[in-house]
């Protein structure tokens, strides 16, 4: 199957775009490929505004986010590969998504190791006089 990433991301973008927020999109800097402008990077991670706005030419395909901005005035093309966007999110709310650095965001097949729960806690009653 496809990696279920890319379309979490595009569907949480179009979600925070209908409700006239600004998308915002925390990447991993480090990773290979990805081409950004070093000056903005901070302990190795980048935010980049995708506000239909503040972006041209955006494609969000399966493999990787491409855009033409403008940094400090100076255009430039940006590629992030999907395994580097850390998080989605509404600048002005917060809502939106964290991905694991480590995973695609797809849940455990079903014969992975799972932990078991804990058992519930039993309600305690008082009596009130």
Known sequence: MTPLRPYLIRAIYE?????????????????????????????????????PEAVVNLLMGNEE?????????TPMQVHVPISAVLAIYAKE???????????DGDTPPPNSPKK??????????????
């Open 65 to 73: 986010i491409g855009f033409q901005a403008r940094f400090g005035g």
């Open 15 to 51: 979600w925070i775009v209908d409700n006239d927020m600004t998308p915002y999109i925390l990447v991993d800097a480090d990773q290979d490929q990805v081409v950004v402008p070093r000056q903005y990077v901070q302990d190795g991670r980048i935010v980049l505004n995708l506000r």
């Open 116 to 129: 078991t729960p804990e058992k519930p806690k039993r309600p305690a009653l008082k009596v009130v006089k």
């Open 93 to 103: 709310t917060g809502k939106g998504m964290i991905f694991d650095e480590e995973t």
